[in-house]
């Protein structure tokens, strides 16, 4: 059974900076592609950073304030937020992808004040 989870997520100011977390419970088989999304009330959900194979791919809207990264073991990932704005509070979802489905967490909530 795969599980996927996000942490991190929170209220911050205008500016501010949060590190998401996403753990991926795969047992014995590897994630071959993961990435970040968003979604905020009434909007769909959208991409926010992925991997493709080993390299970071980003949403216009924030290229140069977020860096998705990964631990060695390729089971956890992390999304980087700095210069947060308020358009950047959503609801923050990691997907997997394993041998071919997508898994989902439940989303973890940010919002930024201003």
């Known amino acids: 059974q795969v599980q996927v989870e996000e942490s991190g997520g929170g209220l911050v100011q205008v500016g501010g900076s949060l590190r998401l977390s996403c753990t991926v419970s795969s047992g014995v088989l590897p994630v071959n592609a993961m990435g970040w999304y968003r979604q905020a009330p009434g909007n769909q959900r959208d991409l926010v950073a992925r991997f493709s194979g080993t390299v970071p791919v980003y949403a216009d809207s924030v290229s140069g304030r977020f860096t998705i990264s990964r631990d060695k073991t390729g089971k956890t990932y992390f999304l980087e937020m700095n210069s947060l704005k308020p358009e950047d509070t959503a609801v923050y979802y990691c997907?997997?992808?394993?041998?071919?489905?997508?898994?989902w967490g439940q989303g973890t909530q940010v919002t930024v004040s201003s």
């Open positions: 997907q997997a992808a394993i041998w071919g489905r997508n898994y």
